[in-house]
């Protein structure tokens, strides 16, 4: 009996412990950003240090995304093509198209 008591103790409390969530660590966070329209959307973004953000150009004409300050700068991207960057530091990072140069738009990274 005190056998019985044992397995069902140890049984029962190993099924406990699985009950307790995942505790695999989750990828690192990620935004978007579309290019269409001539124009980024959304064009404020606000994400945490560690973020990616993909930017993808649906339009037909060729733009870009480029960093005001120069820091990042995804040259010339064609309908379908995208492009990442992840955000390390905080701060506010306004960019362009340079093709286009009223496309702006600004990822504030806290």
């Known amino acids: 009996m005190k056998r019985l008591l044992f397995s069902a103790a140890v049984l029962g409390g190993a099924l406990l412990a699985g009950c307790g ?11 978007a950003v579309t290019i269409k329209n001539f124009a980024f959307s959304p064009t404020s973004l606000t994400v945490s240090t560690g973020t990616k953000v993909t930017w993808t150009q649906q339009d037909s004409t060729v733009h870009t995304v480029t960093a005001v300050d120069g820091s990042f700068d995804s040259g010339n991207l064609s309908q379908g093509q995208s492009f990442s960057r992840t955000f390390s530091t905080a701060g506010t990072f306004m960019y362009r198209c340079n093709i286009h140069q009223y496309m702006t738009a600004t990822v504030v990274v806290s």
């Not at 969530?21 to 935004?31: C, E, I, T, V």
């Open 21 to 31: 969530g995942s505790s695999a660590p989750s990828g690192p966070a990620a935004a």
